[in-house]
């Protein structure tokens, strides 16, 4: 079966830190994969999206960049953090070709910048 | 370009009530639909989902209907109960082109439910 692992679960930072999430999909080969992010209060925002290794398209001018550097590997990156990167990071995968017409959640990155 | 509209919330209900949380939507050809729930301090799990119009999705008590004709996808349940206070996203999908399957959510409806 198919499986989504997203870490740290919580992140505390300061500002200016950099900033590294990982997300790794497993069970599944090819998946798009995304980013997006929760800010308090305010619906889910798509951040990034990649449909294959070392394709990212970014939706939103940000601070933040992302990576994708093996098929089932998806990595949020900052150089220097804000505070007002601060929010709920969700890593997704879909897979369009098994039929399959929904997203897969991993647990989700509470991220407070300080 | 295309949007997901929800009712605005917080919406909170006694227990065994009825619950409605409207969606509607606009997008070009046919999207597919889905309703997710996120617990607290938890990500977003599929909740229900529809393809094509007239389609009902249905999962744990909850229906949606996918009505075309006023592009509208609403969220309803006969009796709800405690354990369902969560927040309820609707969300579409187009697929096909260059959407790559990216799907766009509405502002996501606060559901309190008390005993």
């Known amino acids: 079966s198919q499986t989504i692992h997203q870490w740290p679960a919580t992140l505390v930072q300061p500002v200016g830190s950099p900033l590294s999430l990982e997300c790794t999909v497993e069970g599944t080969s090819n998946p798009n994969l995304y980013w997006y992010r929760q800010a308090a209060g305010r619906g889910l925002q798509l951040l990034f999206y990649s449909v294959g290794i070392g394709q990212i398209s970014s939706e939103v001018p940000q601070n933040l960049s992302a990576s994708r550097p093996q098929d089932r590997q998806f990595i949020l990156s900052s150089k220097k953090l804000l505070l007002s990167d601060s929010g709920f990071y969700l890593c997704?995968?879909?897979?369009?070709?098994?039929?399959?017409?929904?997203?897969?959640f991993g647990s989700g990155t509470r991220l407070t910048v300080v | 370009g295309n949007s997901v509209t929800q009712m605005e919330g917080p919406v909170t209900l006694s227990e065994e009530a009825f619950l409605t949380i409207n969606c509607t939507y606009t997008?070009?050809?046919?999207?597919?639909l889905f309703w997710y729930v996120q617990y607290p301090g938890e990500g977003l799990q599929l909740l229900l989902k529809a393809t094509k119009a007239d389609d009902k999705g249905s999962n744990k008590g909850f229906e949606a209907t996918y009505r075309k004709e006023t592009t509208s996808f609403h969220l309803e349940k006969g009796s709800v109960q405690v354990s369902d206070s969560a927040v309820y996203f609707c969300?579409?999908?187009?697929?096909?082109?260059?959407?790559?399957?990216?799907?766009?959510f509405g502002q996501g409806t606060i559901l309190t439910v008390h005993p």
């Open positions: 997704a995968w879909s897979s369009l070709g098994q039929g399959d017409y929904g997203y897969t």
């Open positions: 997008a070009t050809g046919y999207p597919s």
């Open positions: 969300a579409l999908r187009r697929d096909g082109g260059t959407s790559y399957g990216k799907l766009t």
